[in-house]
């Protein structure tokens, strides 16, 4: 599986390391995502997401339901 958020669909970007001497070459700025456990006590049931630190900010100030709804709003979440 990709290294993508679930709930924000942030995802890997790209960019340059870049040398004393100026050169650049590729690189890949992952997303910080950790597999963590929900319990969404309207379906009586635990879930579990790839979600990234923004994600998980976001679910302590709003509530694991309300951050499922607005994924589900933009079409990020479809389980």
């Known amino acids: ?3 993508v958020c ?4 942030k995802r890997a970007m790209t960019g340059n390391n870049v ?3 100026m050169n650049k070459t590729k690189r890949r700025f992952n997303v910080n995502l950790f597999k963590k456990k ?3 006590p309207e ?3 635990w879930i579990t997401l790839k979600v990234s630190t923004r ?3 976001n ?3 709003k509530g694991i339901t ?4 607005e994924a589900r709003a933009k079409g990020l979440y479809t389980k």
């Open 55 to 57: 994600a998980i900010k």
């Open 38 to 40: 929900f319990y969404l």
């Open 66 to 69: 309300q951050v499922i709804k």
């Open 19 to 21: 040398s004393h001497a």
């Open 59 to 61: 679910i302590n100030k």
């Open 1 to 3: 599986m990709s290294r």
């Open 43 to 45: 379906e009586d049931k």
């Open 6 to 9: 679930e709930l924000t669909g």
